[in-house]
């Protein structure tokens, strides 16, 4: 059974740091309003919420951290 599935993503939650029991992790998101609104992403980052350009490249920044 080969089906493809198809995702309509809408959040991503990274996790950087330490391991997940550890003082010194921390959390943020990139996420969007709805299907319609694909361009307008945002990383919400405690207090701070960004209105974010190409996804694919934000993610890539990322890992670069």
């Given amino acids: 059974q080969n ?3 198809t995702y309509k993503l809408y959040g991503i939650v990274f996790h950087q740091g330490g391991t997940i029991t550890s003082n ?8 969007k309003y709805s299907e319609m609104d694909s ?16 996804l694919k490249t934000a993610i890539a920044n990322e890992k670069k951290t």
Avoid: L
Wanted: proline share 0%.
């Fill in 39 to 54: 361009a307008n992403w945002y990383k919400f980052d405690d207090s701070s919420v960004t209105q974010i350009g190409d």
């Fill in 3 to 5: 089906q493809q599935v």
């Fill in 24 to 31: 010194n992790d921390h959390y943020f998101c990139y996420s």
